[in-house]
């Protein structure tokens, strides 16, 4: 599946996000997303997401715009990580992730038990199978971000679009989660699109980048030619020092 962007015009809060901005995620498989606080990220991977309008400019799935596909449809080919999860009601940690199974069903249909393996095989991925029966509530924040990543891995999308989903994870899940997400770009649909705030998570994962530079700016294309001082200071507003061992690369700050 493919998804572009066509002369997208994003305004949120009395603040250009971007200004006929082209884009065709076929040309890289793992996409990051940076920028200042408040800049727009999550509006723009929202857009993508067709859980709000541009302004002017079309986001195109397979071609046709996001807005004509059948909200069931759609998430067969694209799931979201919100940045902020909210569970109004009492539900089990294995209910939670069985939602993902929900653009599969009929209206009605209950998961069967072939939807429970599923869901059950996700939660031993991020290792929450000790906590199936637990209440949401009673999560972690850590916990509560693995569980809504099982969720989408049990919803197995194409396009993975995540926002900032290493949030509330310690070092050790980020790198395992990240290093499961990634994998499921191995078909050739497979793409995964996020914001990152943490700049050596985008230099170890991404093959292209976004950076959302203010005023409608931004600049996307493939990392080796984004991750240098040019770009980085203005990105960050602080200066970068970066530090190399052979292929090994990490920015600190200066
Ligand atoms: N409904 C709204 N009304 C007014 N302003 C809004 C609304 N929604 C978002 N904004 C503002 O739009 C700007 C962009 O928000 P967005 O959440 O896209 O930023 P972000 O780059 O993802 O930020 P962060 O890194 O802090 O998560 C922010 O200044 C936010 O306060």
Same mark, same amino acid.
């Given at each position: 599946m493919s998804i572009q962007l066509q002369w997208l015009d994003l305004a949120v809060g009395g603040k250009q996000v971007c200004r006929g901005l082209d884009l065709d995620f076929s040309q890289g498989k793992v996409w990051g997303v940076l920028g200042q606080n408040g800049i727009g990220k999550t509006t723009l991977l929202h857009t993508l997401a067709g859980l709000r309008k541009p302004d002017a400019g079309n986001v195109l799935v397979d071609g046709i715009?996001? $807005?004509?596909?059948s909200r069931k449809r759609l998430a067969q080919k694209l799931g979201i990580l919100l940045q902020e999860v909210s569970d109004p009601f009492p539900s089990t940690v294995l209910d939670t992730a069985l939602i993902g199974r929900h653009p599969y069903l009929a209206p009605w249909q209950f998961e069967s038990s072939h939807d429970e393996k599923i869901a059950l095989d996700a939660l031993a991925q991020v290792d929450l199978l000790p906590l199936v029966k637990r209440d949401v509530n009673t999560l972690s924040g850590g916990e509560r971000q693995r569980l809504a990543l099982a969720t989408l891995l049990v919803q197995n999308p194409d396009i993975y679009v995540l926002d900032e989903p290493s949030n509330h994870l310690d070092l050790h899940y980020q790198i395992a989660l990240l290093d499961i997400i990634c994998a499921q770009?191995? $078909?050739?649909?497979g793409r995964v699109i996020m914001t990152l705030h943490d700049i050596n998570l985008a230099v170890r994962y991404c093959d292209h980048l976004i950076f959302v530079?203010?005023?409608g700016e931004v600049v996307a294309g493939p990392a080796e030619e984004l991750l240098n001082d040019k770009y980085l200071h203005r990105l960050f507003k602080h200066c970068l020092v970066e530090l190399r061992n052979g292929d090994y690369r990490a920015f600190l700050p200066g």
């Open positions: 715009d996001v $807005s004509l596909w770009t191995h $078909s050739e649909q530079m203010g005023e």
